[in-house]
Each structure stands twice: as structure tokens, then as C-alpha cells.
């Protein structure tokens, strides 16, 4: 079975300041991985995924996201946030073999304070 | 546009009574998903479809019904049967890896 963590439930964070999202999961088997931000009242968008290839995959907005298989772990990172990050902010992961189903974490809310 | 339009936004219905959410996507994608959200908990996977004529059921089911008769429609029932169904719906649709979501319903049961 696949499962996420995310540590954090709240970040609050001052503008243009940087900001990490942690993520951590477990799977038995290989997996993609992927982090959604949620707007109040809104559906998911998607800004970013890791498939394979290089570990640091660079998403919208600024946004990217480091894999580390030993320490399985998925972050969200960005340099200097702005009032607009502040959102809902989901790590999810699929599996490769089949990959039919997505396991969201419990989602973190970030709060970008002016 | 291409997408997933999920209807209506806001729902509110009497306790006992059953209440179907719709969901239609143009993005000729075969798989779909609703899922339910609740503060603090993420989203949980109600049910699922592959393919036309086929679903199978998430980890909280209970309580929901789904039919998928067509390519483009998986409408979501809620009926009398689910406890707590005040929540936040979710649907989703997939291509290859990527998962695509609709605006979601807010479902409030009084």
C-alpha cells in the first residue's frame, strides 16, 4: 500500500521569504509523485511531477521539488514567496506499475504574510 | 475549453435525502475519480472508473453510488445511508499520469 506524510499541517511564512513543504511516502513498489496547490473553494492544479530522470524537477510559479529515494521524500521548495502562494498545497503519489489510483497527504496550508 | 465541470457549486439539502453531483468531462479521458474533502484530512477516493460501464469503489464508499454510463458523465449519489455527508466533492479525471480536477461541490446537509 502507498501512504503520504506531510509534516506540516500550517507554514506561515513572511513575503520574499523562502519556503520548504515537506513531504514524505512510502510505497512497497516505484511510484510518480507530484505536488497540487488548491485556491479556497477551488479544484486542484497541478505544479509539478516526477516521473524520472534528473531529481529536481522545476514546476509553475516558481515552484520546484527535490526526490530523494533513500530518504523517500518529496519537498516543495520556492526561493521568495508572494501573497498569491498562499493556498492548500497537496503531495500525492501514483503508482507506476498500475497507476490508476492517487494517494493524496493531508495537504498543508501555506500563509504568506506581507 | 477542455476540462471537467462539476454541478453546482453549492448544494444544500435536508438531512434523509438522497442528492447526485454531477460531473462531465470533454477531455475524452477514460479514467475518473470523486473524492471527498474534509478539513484536515486530505482527499479520500469514493469511487472510480476506468472504462464506460465499470467502477470500483474507493476506501469510503460507503454511502455513495456512482453509474458511469457514458464516456464523458460520472455522476456521484449521495444518499441517506452516508452519516456525515456535509463535505467538499471532488472529481477528477486522468491522462497517463496526470490527474485533472473539476471546481468541486460543496455539499451541506441541514
Known amino acids: 500500500a502507498q501512504s503520504v506524510t506531510q509534516l506540516d499541517s500550517q507554514v506561515p511564512v513572511f513575503e520574499e521569504a523562502p519556503v520548504e513543504l515537506r513531504c514524505n511516502y512510502s510505497s512497497s513498489v516505484s511510484v510518480y509523485l507530484f505536488w497540487y496547490v488548491q485556491y479556497p473553494n477551488q479544484g486542484l492544479q497541478l505544479l509539478l511531477k516526477y516521473l524520472s530522470g534528473s531529481t529536481l524537477v522545476k514546476g509553475i510559479n516558481g515552484f520546484e521539488a527535490e526526490f530523494n529515494k533513500s530518504q523517500t521524500s518529496f519537498h516543495l521548495r520556492k526561493p521568495s514567496v508572494h501573497i498569491s502562494d498562499t493556498a492548500e498545497y497537496f503531495c500525492?503519489?501514483?503508482?507506476?506499475?498500475?497507476?490508476?489510483?492517487?494517494?493524496f497527504g493531508t495537504g498543508t496550508s501555506l500563509t504568506v504574510i506581507p | 475549453d477542455g476540462g471537467i465541470t462539476q454541478s453546482p457549486k453549492y448544494l444544500f439539502r435536508k438531512e434523509g435525502q438522497n442528492v447526485t453531483l454531477s460531473c462531465e468531462q470533454n477531455?475524452?479521458?477514460?479514467?475518473m475519480y470523486w473524492y471527498r474533502q474534509d478539513p484536515g484530512q486530505g482527499l479520500r477516493l469514493i469511487y472510480y472508473s476506468q472504462i464506460v460501464n465499470d467502477f470500483q469503489k474507493g476506501d469510503i464508499a460507503e454511502g455513495y453510488s456512482v453509474s458511469r454510463e457514458k464516456k464523458e458523465s460520472f455522476p456521484l449519489t449521495v444518499t441517506s445511508a452516508q452519516k456525515n455527508p456535509t463535505a467538499f466533492y471532488l472529481c477528477a479525471s486522468r491522462r497517463e499520469t496526470e490527474a485533472f480536477f473539476g471546481q468541486g461541490t460543496r455539499l451541506t446537509v441541514v
Open positions: 477531455l475524452n479521458h477514460d479514467a
Open positions: 500525492a503519489v501514483s503508482r507506476t506499475n498500475t497507476g490508476n489510483q492517487f494517494y
